[in-house]
């Protein structure tokens, strides 16, 4: 099973169990969405509950604010991540406040799915990687799978969170991996970070669709003698510190890996959690692997500015012999 | 009426003229004497407190605050038709819907005191929020919607907005949700002439904000803000077709905001005497006052004898505001989540601990 | 033409039938027999390098495209109207008005081959690159009408959106802003039926799109869309209009998407083979070319004769774009700011040195 | 003079000696602003070059990007820092990437002003401090002056620069400071961090309101014998990293100190730089006092949430010490 089926069973799962789940966006009834994650659920759950709406971002997500504290629990899709900006406001104001607002009265369980992420060869708009900005938006809980089982897993949970959840998905590896993945609902719990490989020389912290690119660099470093241990950050907000701090500690050297642009991207906070956690341990800077602080190229120049595994490779061994 | 007062006509619903004298029997609605002092009497009672609450402002007892004063008509005739269940979507500027709704003017006063805990109603069911974000509430008033539709629900959504609020994008995509859903709202616009200092007429050019209905296919109407029996009649009117499933509406409200937009705000500086004096003409309790006075319904003698009592229990609740008490640190990061993540955990001990050292500093 | 169209009276203004007859004489532009012919052949030249990019693209030679199919009189009107000074913002399905502006296939191939170099346009001045995010342009459009305004330019703006952006906020605050301002904006709404998967009746509740004009007191007209006359008369009657100062202007061209939302897109999954063949009769070129073909000014003849030269010509520009050349890491960087700051000064030489690296790493 | 005398100033300035420049926003002509910042400059230009615009965030910015394409030099102004994010789309898909996308054909030299910060007993929205999200745009130029001096002549420099700049302003202190302001004309270049005082125990990155927390601060230090070099970092982006470099390198310690929430703040990234400039220097954990990750609370609870100068002196003894 690829992520694009992991997520329909997710969806499909909850539309069968819970009345309250609705899942709307632009294109995701009658045509299943752009990237088929939601095909067929129109037809086995009906229009009501599962619809095309208005082309308008702050409009779906505005209206899932007030369908959710109305007792629904919207499941909504932004196209892509460059066109979740209209509904900024509704997601920073509104969707991640009205429980502080209304000190616990209000609750807006809201998942907002998001497709991520560059190498697809597509226009401008569609490759980015914004996901510092809102994990810096308090009150949003904002997570990213990275295969087929993680991603239903998580995505059930976050359909059960009684939180706005931004659910980013990578759609570089939408149809890339292939896993099985168990049947029925089981859920993965959003925030606790996964320790793919342990290792000793150095940690990488990674998530998403450059997970993989960090086990292709990690071949490299296993042929040079380097023994990574490799985290799935699985949560940007809230971040495990706890799972970093014992892995930076028994490391001694730590390297971030994300696809958005550098300044005040995810890397420099998992350096910070490093310092704050275990600076006396410290064997090197802990170093980020990013995007430089320029827009997405179009396709012809994006490999100017993607991560590949030799740009991983080449920071873990600077990293390593720091 | 929607048929009579179709906006694109540029008719302004009416019922009474500015001395209360009604002007079409045909639209009068029907609402009994007894019932119609009550009406009359929150309203004072909301007016009475909305100008209380300027002057506690000045004592510096409260921050800032938007009055409401010259725009009672409407929040009350909102108020007359909300039921317990339906729900009420508030802009900042309709404290007597929110009375009626069953929020207490304590919790108002928390709220512009700084406690979050002046929102978290504890009678008023189905009320949001104050919403300072201009414009983008009504797009909760339009999810609402879809859920009551979908839970076939008879419910009835108050969505409100001011003119100004008409410029963003949020009204747009809202109406228009609403009107592809077909879900039973009323978006009310308090069109009080001004968003601060802006003037309508810089908002939009369109020749009334009742129009703008016709873009998203619902209908609306214009109606005498200024007003009580025309807003009654025109809501009236409205709930019942929502329920019936003909909503959403559009109801553009004409009035005017006698007071400065908050206290922080000085309306000298963009408008004029005469203006203000042209509204004075039509303010919405004179007007319903010399209607009731004309049917001894009601007296300037009753009036001074209520007033004392109101001011009393508008300040017995202020004080007790006032003397809330402590606002706990942990307030701050309880509610951000479902379950308190340990980073936020984290913050609370960090803030303690510092709380703990500044105690040995400051003496 | 706006009168007698307004669209709250939902006529659909059109000059000629399906068979390319002319329904009433008073409507019909004049032009010259001559450069019609040049304007169909324009037409037919985008045309022919549309179903050609979308080939290119069956062959890999080429990203997402998004095809003009069917839409091509819409583009080509406003092509014929617009002049060099004028400003075009286009969206990302108005081929024919750029290369009308002077924008090259080339450039429009390298645009979708995957450079930005494609939207550096070397001739084609007040031209915008195309804008993907869905109605945010129009913003632009108006802003650009205040400046020609403001230094009193005789200049129009044509900014266009589809039926699917109508509904994002932008859309609202641009014709509302343009409204307000009184600048010299012509909206074009290219209503093809669809945004994406979405029919317009799910995008908004409203009569049509045109009706849209009302709630920002602009001048509104719907047009068909498939009816070069029909379009070109609108736009002509607006550029006079804006030339005025009677502008902005909204117009909604009603069409139909013949091909594919973009290559990556199968319209089967969301609409009827009945409902194409109904379109497939209305098509904009087919019309255009019996009336030519009626009057004697074109033939089949003459189409098949100059169809390879264009292909040829299509196929020129195209293996131009493709031997294009490097794209140098550098241009990621380069006009990010006006002078580039150091921090990415320094994020070229770590790419410098990574790629020094990484060539004594692969072999 | 005061902040909003010298902004005033500046913007009299340039629309006195450059015909292009337009000021509007919400309520900036006939009432110059709810802070005044505007107050008269309608009366002297006219409404055509200084007015009010209809409420509309996304309208505002995004007109701005039409008429600065056009030739304009729009200078606009969002009511708070709570308001601007109608306008998010605006900013991050097109006034920041205009230059980018057209290969430097078309530029959008846009100033927008942002009254930020908390401390001023506001309602909700109107005390947040996200300059976070905004440094992480490729593309803007986001900088905060922190005295009249800096804002008259940061606010000119950047009507001067083709660059679309985040001009923000902390509105606690826009009446808290006096000084002495030049007449005419000056420029102070941005991108450029200030070093206000000199010392050697440790480093101190503000800017904005935090500067005079900071100041206050030091006082204490003193008394306790750590002496504090500050630097007013003046751009959140681009960042001076050599300034930052050579003070940390001489100091072996640093602490930033910001308004906004905690996770993915200005702090973590200011830290990142001195582990990639001065790693091997360090003597303690680049550290930060900053906001907590939550909702900037109503009035009566702000003082919970807002970072005084025991706070900041508090962060400088356990770094010094540590
Ligand atoms: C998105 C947003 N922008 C700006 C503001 C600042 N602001 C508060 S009230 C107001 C004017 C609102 O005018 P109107 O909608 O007519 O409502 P009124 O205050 O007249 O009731 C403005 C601009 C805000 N609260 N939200
Ligand atoms: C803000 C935004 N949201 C979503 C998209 C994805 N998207 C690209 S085209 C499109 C449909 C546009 O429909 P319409 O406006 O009718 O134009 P058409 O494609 O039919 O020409 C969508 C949703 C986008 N580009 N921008
Ligand atoms: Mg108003
Ligand atoms: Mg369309």
Redesign the pocket.
């Given at each position: 099973m690829n992520m694009v089926n992991a997520i329909n069973d997710a969806l499909d799962i909850k539309l069968a169990e819970d009345k309250s789940v609705i899942v709307y966006g632009?294109?995701v009834g009658v045509e299943g969405g752009?990237f088929r994650v939601t095909e067929g659920l129109q037809k086995k759950y009906g229009a009501e509950r599962v619809f095309d709406s208005p082309?308008?971002?702050s409009g779906i997500v505005g209206t899932a604010v007030g369908m959710a504290v109305a007792g629904l629990k919207p499941v909504v899709e932004?196209?892509?991540c460059?066109?979740i900006?209209?509904a900024f406001n509704q997601i920073i104001s509104h969707a991640t406040r009205m429980r502080n607002r209304s000190r616990g009265l209000l609750e807006t369980p809201i998942v907002i799915r998001l497709p991520y992420g560059g190498g697809i060869n597509a226009l401008e708009?569609?490759s980015e990687s914004m996901e510092a900005i809102f994990g810096h938006i308090p009150g949003l809980k904002v997570v990213v799978p990275s295969t087929p089982h993680d991603a239903k897993g998580m995505l059930i949970a976050a359909i059960e969170s009684k939180d706005t959840i931004l659910f980013m998905e990578p759609k570089r590896i939408y149809r890339a991996i292939k896993q099985e993945v168990a049947d029925g609902k089981y859920t993965i719990p959003l925030g606790k970070a996964n320790v793919l490989t342990q290792g000793k020389d150095v940690t990488v912290v990674a998530y998403g669709a450059m997970v993989r690119e960090v086990q292709k660099a990690m071949v490299m470093a296993k042929e040079a003698g380097i023994s990574v241990e490799l985290i799935d950050l699985r949560s940007v907000y809230p971040i495990d510190r706890e799972t970093i701090a014992k892995s930076v500690k028994k490391t001694g050297r730590i390297i971030t890996v994300t696809e958005g642009p550098r300044t005040y991207g995810v890397g420099s906070e998992i350096s910070q959690i490093a310092l704050e956690e275990a600076f006396l341990h410290l064997e090197a800077p802990p170093a980020r692997v990013s995007g430089y602080d320029v827009i997405v190229p179009l396709p012809k120049g994006e490999h100017h500015y993607m991560q590949d595994a030799y740009k991983i490779f080449y920071e873990i061994e600077k990293t390593v012999k720091y | 009426m929607f048929n009579e007062y179709n906006p694109l006509e540029k008719k302004m619903f009416q019922v009474i003229d500015n001395n209360g004298k009604v002007l079409d029997k045909k639209w009068m609605p029907k609402i009994d004497n007894e019932k119609l002092v009550t009406i009359y009497k929150d309203m004072l009672f909301a007016r009475t407190a909305d100008l209380q609450i300027v002057s506690y402002q000045r004592q510096g007892r409260i921050f800032t605050y938007p009055p409401n004063y010259g725009q009672e008509a409407i929040a009350a005739a909102a108020g007359v038709h909300i039921k317990d269940n339906d729900w009420l979507v508030p802009a900042f500027r309709e404290m007597g819907t929110m009375l009626a709704k069953g929020v207490s003017l304590k919790e108002l006063f928390l709220y512009f005191m700084g406690y979050e805990d002046g929102s978290a109603f504890k009678k008023a069911k189905n009320t949001l929020p104050i919403s300072v974000p201009i414009a983008s509430q009504l797009l909760h008033a339009a999810g609402i919607g879809y859920a009551i539709k979908y839970n076939k629900e008879d419910k009835v959504v108050f969505g409100f907005v001011g003119d100004g609020g008409t410029s963003e994008g949020d009204f747009h995509e809202a109406v228009n949700f609403a009107g592809v859903w077909k879900v039973p709202v009323i978006f009310i616009i308090q069109n009080n002439q001004y968003g601060i200092s802006t003037p309508t007429k810089m908002q939009t050019a369109s020749e009334s904000l009742a129009i703008k209905a016709v873009a998203y296919g619902v209908k609306g109407i214009q109606v005498d803000g200024n007003d009580f029996f025309a807003m009654y009649k025109a809501i009236e009117e409205s709930v019942d077709a929502c329920r019936k499933g003909e909503g959403p509406i559009l109801i553009e409200a004409v009035t005017y905001r006698k007071g400065a937009h908050t206290t922080s705000d000085d309306p000298t500086k963009y408008r004029t005497k005469e203006e203000e004096q042209e509204w004075e003409a039509k303010d919405p309790m004179k007007r319903l006052k010399s209607y009731l006075i004309s049917k001894k319904l009601w007296s300037e003698k009753e009036e001074d004898s209520i007033l004392p009592q109101f001011k009393e229990e508008i300040d017995r609740q202020f004080i007790e505001a006032e003397n809330y008490g402590p606002y706990p640190a942990e307030d701050i990061f309880k509610y951000m989540y479902s379950e308190m993540p340990d980073d936020l955990k984290d913050q609370i001990s960090e803030h303690e601990r510092f709380l703990q050292w500044k105690s040995t500093k400051v003496k």
């Amino acid at each position: 099973m690829n992520m694009v089926n992991a997520i329909n069973d997710a969806l499909d799962i909850k539309l069968a169990e819970d009345k309250s789940v609705i899942v709307y966006g632009e294109d995701v009834g009658v045509e299943g969405g752009v990237f088929r994650v939601t095909e067929g659920l129109q037809k086995k759950y009906g229009a009501e509950r599962v619809f095309d709406s208005p082309l308008a971002e702050s409009g779906i997500v505005g209206t899932a604010v007030g369908m959710a504290v109305a007792g629904l629990k919207p499941v909504v899709e932004m196209q892509f991540c460059g066109f979740i900006y209209p509904a900024f406001n509704q997601i920073i104001s509104h969707a991640t406040r009205m429980r502080n607002r209304s000190r616990g009265l209000l609750e807006t369980p809201i998942v907002i799915r998001l497709p991520y992420g560059g190498g697809i060869n597509a226009l401008e708009h569609h490759s980015e990687s914004m996901e510092a900005i809102f994990g810096h938006i308090p009150g949003l809980k904002v997570v990213v799978p990275s295969t087929p089982h993680d991603a239903k897993g998580m995505l059930i949970a976050a359909i059960e969170s009684k939180d706005t959840i931004l659910f980013m998905e990578p759609k570089r590896i939408y149809r890339a991996i292939k896993q099985e993945v168990a049947d029925g609902k089981y859920t993965i719990p959003l925030g606790k970070a996964n320790v793919l490989t342990q290792g000793k020389d150095v940690t990488v912290v990674a998530y998403g669709a450059m997970v993989r690119e960090v086990q292709k660099a990690m071949v490299m470093a296993k042929e040079a003698g380097i023994s990574v241990e490799l985290i799935d950050l699985r949560s940007v907000y809230p971040i495990d510190r706890e799972t970093i701090a014992k892995s930076v500690k028994k490391t001694g050297r730590i390297i971030t890996v994300t696809e958005g642009p550098r300044t005040y991207g995810v890397g420099s906070e998992i350096s910070q959690i490093a310092l704050e956690e275990a600076f006396l341990h410290l064997e090197a800077p802990p170093a980020r692997v990013s995007g430089y602080d320029v827009i997405v190229p179009l396709p012809k120049g994006e490999h100017h500015y993607m991560q590949d595994a030799y740009k991983i490779f080449y920071e873990i061994e600077k990293t390593v012999k720091y | 009426m929607f048929n009579e007062y179709n906006p694109l006509e540029k008719k302004m619903f009416q019922v009474i003229d500015n001395n209360g004298k009604v002007l079409d029997k045909k639209w009068m609605p029907k609402i009994d004497n007894e019932k119609l002092v009550t009406i009359y009497k929150d309203m004072l009672f909301a007016r009475t407190a909305d100008l209380q609450i300027v002057s506690y402002q000045r004592q510096g007892r409260i921050f800032t605050y938007p009055p409401n004063y010259g725009q009672e008509a409407i929040a009350a005739a909102a108020g007359v038709h909300i039921k317990d269940n339906d729900w009420l979507v508030p802009a900042f500027r309709e404290m007597g819907t929110m009375l009626a709704k069953g929020v207490s003017l304590k919790e108002l006063f928390l709220y512009f005191m700084g406690y979050e805990d002046g929102s978290a109603f504890k009678k008023a069911k189905n009320t949001l929020p104050i919403s300072v974000p201009i414009a983008s509430q009504l797009l909760h008033a339009a999810g609402i919607g879809y859920a009551i539709k979908y839970n076939k629900e008879d419910k009835v959504v108050f969505g409100f907005v001011g003119d100004g609020g008409t410029s963003e994008g949020d009204f747009h995509e809202a109406v228009n949700f609403a009107g592809v859903w077909k879900v039973p709202v009323i978006f009310i616009i308090q069109n009080n002439q001004y968003g601060i200092s802006t003037p309508t007429k810089m908002q939009t050019a369109s020749e009334s904000l009742a129009i703008k209905a016709v873009a998203y296919g619902v209908k609306g109407i214009q109606v005498d803000g200024n007003d009580f029996f025309a807003m009654y009649k025109a809501i009236e009117e409205s709930v019942d077709a929502c329920r019936k499933g003909e909503g959403p509406i559009l109801i553009e409200a004409v009035t005017y905001r006698k007071g400065a937009h908050t206290t922080s705000d000085d309306p000298t500086k963009y408008r004029t005497k005469e203006e203000e004096q042209e509204w004075e003409a039509k303010d919405p309790m004179k007007r319903l006052k010399s209607y009731l006075i004309s049917k001894k319904l009601w007296s300037e003698k009753e009036e001074d004898s209520i007033l004392p009592q109101f001011k009393e229990e508008i300040d017995r609740q202020f004080i007790e505001a006032e003397n809330y008490g402590p606002y706990p640190a942990e307030d701050i990061f309880k509610y951000m989540y479902s379950e308190m993540p340990d980073d936020l955990k984290d913050q609370i001990s960090e803030h303690e601990r510092f709380l703990q050292w500044k105690s040995t500093k400051v003496k």
